[in-house]
């Protein structure tokens, strides 16, 4: 692989990141506070590609240009030319294509049932020091990260009687009743870890198929079950209504 492509690839790479940040394409890999930095790195590389190209081509420019060929010229820039082609970067490097190829033509799905399926519910050993109270409204609309937290370590004292609404997609549990679950990331999908919320009640969903978005609306229930990977408490809600609703813009929390 000589200058030349290297740039061109180095141009696709980095037009295919700067495509995926300006549409919501890039939700699906990193957190969305993360766009201004996908977009700057992305057109770092499109100038060092295009200096690259504007580097590289300008011998084949000056010999075009009668005004400054001469024998000389022309001897010192073949030199340039056979020297330059005499090394050549390793063709491993041509492996960068996949990963544009990727952004341009394939959009993958978001961490789904099957990631969640994988790992144990994912809470944090411990609670907050304090709760801020819930949002205004009834229902008070939270995340299911925010139910799971103030439900397992709070013993849902900060929710009391409040109803909460909670938005997030089903996952079959070990009882095979729906488990509400949404994908928590700390810096992008390779770190992704489920929140799960178990369903309880008389108005519990049935029959859903895995990766069904709803939305719950129900109260604090001091019931608990146990994540057959990890063990790991998992906070119930008792159900009072709930509506399927498409997937969010931002799959995760």
Known sequence: MNRQAQACVLLLLGG?????????LYLRYVKEGLRPFLIAASLLLIAAAVMTLWYEMRPALRRSSPATSSPATDAAHSDHDDHGHAHHEPRVAWLLILPALGLLLVAPPALGAYAANQSGTSLAAGGLPEYPPLPDGDPATITVYDY???????KGQSIGDRRVRVTGFTVAGADKQPILTRMRLSCCAADGLPTKVGLSGGNTPTGLADDTWIEVTGRYTSRMGR??????????LEVESWRQVPAPRDPYE
């Open 16 to 24: 295919a990141v700067l495509r995926a940040s300006l549409s919501d």
């Open 148 to 154: 799971a937290v103030r439900a397992v370590f709070d």
């Open 227 to 236: 994540d057959p990977i990890n063990d790991f408490e998992i906070p119930y």
